[in-house]
């Protein structure tokens, strides 16, 4: 019984797994290392499901052989499939009470039932429970202190870059992009400058730091799909209506006087110490920042920035939920290799 429950659980986590991990795949054809990790564990699960489900058939199968055999004839030789070796085993009767003695030439003792199987399969599961809780419980202690607006005051805000389509913004880029645009006009002083910083990468015609400069300064990118701003607006308490009836329905566009932008940077460290340069060189203090992502990546942003001599605080951009398990899986893993790497 117990092996056909754990059969079942171990059904549903792959179906959950598949349901988190699959979706960047199928809807964008992303396959990175936090999918492919997310898959691999998904394997795992059903190949650990199969056969407790196996386990649990040849139990039943033995338990319903040994019923019907009770009595049988004496010196009578059966076979019957071990589970534990993998291979047939000849048990032979002794007498016409249904006893039976193993045939220890072949290397089969009995109903002796092994362990090793289960030992295996607890330091797979224990391995991959620390991977995610090692990631996890630091990610997300990030969260009890990013999104206070008073981290504004006085800050400059950099804007981590992401990926770029052609010259479009992906998903995630534009939820930055929107986070970045209501941290900006939530600065009643409209002191605040912003970094985007970003490189150019294999399938972008332009550089992440550029597309979000136009997609932030431009009215027409602005506007391509509001649905956007208004999830920004709803994560950070600006009431959407009343900042689009402020600006003609349009929504609001930055000065480009308040856009800076490092177009060097290929990975998070490159990001913001390029951008603690660039702020430096336009004389804007650099040593207290607002840094804008997604919420699975603030913590080792600010780490990064707080390594650099910098005080950093994070703001968080909205994420579709489809795109979370996958990306927030590769942030275990990079934090997992800079914990290994120092």
């Known amino acids: ?33 936090g999918n492919i990790i997310g898959l691999v564990v998904a394997a795992l699960v059903l190949v650990f499901s199969i056969q407790q489900f196996i386990k649990a058939s040849a139990g039943a199968a033995k338990r319903s052989y040994d019923r019907s055999q009770a009595g049988g004839t004496r010196g009578k030789l059966h076979h019957q499939f071990n589970h534990d070796m993998g291979r047939n085993t000849v048990l032979i009767e002794r007498g016409g009470l249904g006893k039976f003695t193993a045939d220890r030439s072949i290397g089969y003792d009995g109903d002796r039932e092994s362990h090793a199987g289960a030992i295996i399969w607890t330091i797979i599961f224990a391995l991959i429970i620390a991977f995610y809780a090692q990631g996890f419980v630091r990610m997300y202690t990030a969260l009890t202190y990013e999104n206070s607006r008073s981290t504004l005051s006085d800050s400059s805000i950099v804007v981590l870059g992401c990926g770029v389509r052609g010259e479009r913004p992906t998903r995630m880029l534009r939820e930055r992009i929107e986070a970045a645009r209501v941290a900006l006009i939530s600065d009643e002083g409209e002191e605040d400058v912003a970094v985007v910083t970003g490189g150019r990468g294999a399938g972008e015609n332009i550089t992440e730091a550029y597309c979000m400069q136009q997609y932030l300064t431009q009215q027409d990118k602005a506007n391509e799909d509001s649905a956007y701003f208004r999830a920004a607006c709803e994560i950070h308490g600006v009431d959407y209506d009343k900042v689009l009836s402020e600006n003609s329905g349009n929504v609001p566009v930055i000065d480009e006087s308040r856009i800076l932008m490092e177009a060097e940077a290929t990975n998070t460290e490159e990001n913001i110490v390029n951008s603690m340069q660039t702020l430096s060189e336009h004389g804007y203090d650099s040593t207290s920042l607002v840094i804008v992502t997604q919420r699975y990546h603030i913590y080792r942003a600010d780490r990064i920035a707080e390594q650099n001599g910098a005080e950093a605080t994070g703001y968080t951009a909205p994420i579709d939920w489809w795109n979370e398990a996958t990306y927030a899986t590769r942030e275990c893993a990079s934090l997992l290799y800079h914990a290994i790497a120092g």
């Open 1 to 33: 019984m117990r092996h056909r429950v754990a059969g079942i659980i171990g059904i549903i986590i792959t179906a959950i797994l598949l349901v988190l991990y699959l979706p960047p795949l199928i809807l964008y054809g992303i396959l990175d290392i």
